[in-house]
């Protein structure tokens, strides 16, 4: 019925792409103001809706560059139940500041974690710090055209490229496909593992990078263990033991063929994005002798469960195919 409904508002697509495409338009020709800093600003970001892997990439970027400098992440912070500018302390949850941005409090306690849906506000809050940063991570920002980032990452799924998609509400896309143009990067995200070369060849041809741009191809990494606060077991302790996935993000479709592959039995309870669970889910849950879920499930989920109760995610990283030439790019743009 949705699929029905997104097809029967086809010509509405007109009309969208007219006003992200003026919009898009006024900022490039300085009608609309943009914002710049003369400090390190990388945004990380899609042209589509749904899950493209910006978590996983922003925690790569913080682990190849907390040793040398100090960081600021600074989202949206979907969802959350508080206003304006806040950073991440001791009182943190996932309500106070979103599931994604507590999930980077709760595993990087030498970041500075941060939530402003005005991107500019909150920048110019976190330099006011006592101790500000010396680059930011914006998360989810590429359409945020009020910031001018000095350096834009933008991700794609391998399974459904932006340039095979059109803009909503029929298809995926937040903006017109020539949004493309102010990325630096372009990663083609959630590859199989064995992607060949031609492979990767006729989806560069696809996206037609322009000269200055780089493609690069990444593939999830899951983690040889589930864990929860208190405990963490071998992923091999699945194979003989039925357990409940619970998902509630935008594609669950990566993580669930991986543990096909596996061979492992399990149901899979699939919820919507960054969905909020009701006490009666609970109850529901909490009923399953085991429960695997995603790190980002986990934030929201875990305060509803005691140290007794079995539930554990699977953590995961993000592999790049050319990490090297990758990491310069990155590097070489903030040490300039």
Not at 258 to 278: A, G
Request: proline fraction near 5%; include cysteine; aromatic fraction near 10%.
């Amino acid at each position: 019925m949705i699929k029905i409904l997104r097809y029967l508002l086809f010509p509405i697509v007109p009309i969208y792409y007219l006003v992200t495409w003026l919009r898009n338009k006024l900022y490039d020709f300085g009608i609309k103001k943009s914002t710049s800093y003369d400090f390190p600003v990388i945004c990380v970001g899609n042209l589509s809706v749904g899950g493209t892997g910006k978590t996983p990439m922003i925690e790569y970027l913080i682990r190849l560059l907390k040793t040398d400098y100090r960081i600021a992440t600074l989202s949206r912070g979907y969802k959350r139940q508080t206003k304006g500018f806040v950073v991440a302390d001791t009182n943190a949850t996932a309500n106070t500041i979103g599931d994604e941005p507590f999930q980077f409090y709760q595993k990087f306690d030498d970041v500075i974690v941060s939530v402003d849906a005005d991107r500019v506000h909150g920048i110019s809050e976190l330099m006011a710090l006592q101790n500000p940063p010396e680059m930011i991570l914006l998360d989810d920002a590429y359409q945020h055209r009020k910031v001018k980032a000095g350096f834009y990452i933008l991700l794609t799924s391998y399974d459904d490229i932006y340039t095979d998609d059109i803009l909503l509400p029929t298809g995926n896309l937040r903006e017109p496909r020539q949004g493309a143009r102010r990325a630096d990067i372009i990663v083609v995200t959630k590859c199989p593992e064995n992607l060949s070369e031609s492979d990767k060849e006729k989806i560069r041809r696809k996206i037609n990078p322009l000269q200055h741009q780089e493609v690069f191809f990444a593939s999830i990494s899951y983690s040889e263990y589930i864990s929860n606060s208190e405990h963490q077991m071998d992923l091999k302790i699945l194979n003989n033991k039925p357990f409940t996935l619970v998902t509630g993000i935008a594609n669950p479709k990566t993580l669930v063929s991986y543990l096909k592959s596996l061979n492992l039995e399990f149901e899979h309870l699939n919820f919507k994005d960054h969905h909020d669970f009701s006490a009666m889910e609970i109850d529901r849950l909490k009923q399953k002798s085991l429960i695997v879920t995603t790190e980002k499930d986990m934030m929201r989920l875990q305060p509803y469960f005691n140290k007794e109760e079995a539930i554990y995610c699977l953590p995961i990283e993000i592999k790049i195919d050319r990490p090297i030439q990758f990491n310069a790019l990155v590097r070489s743009f903030v040490k300039s």
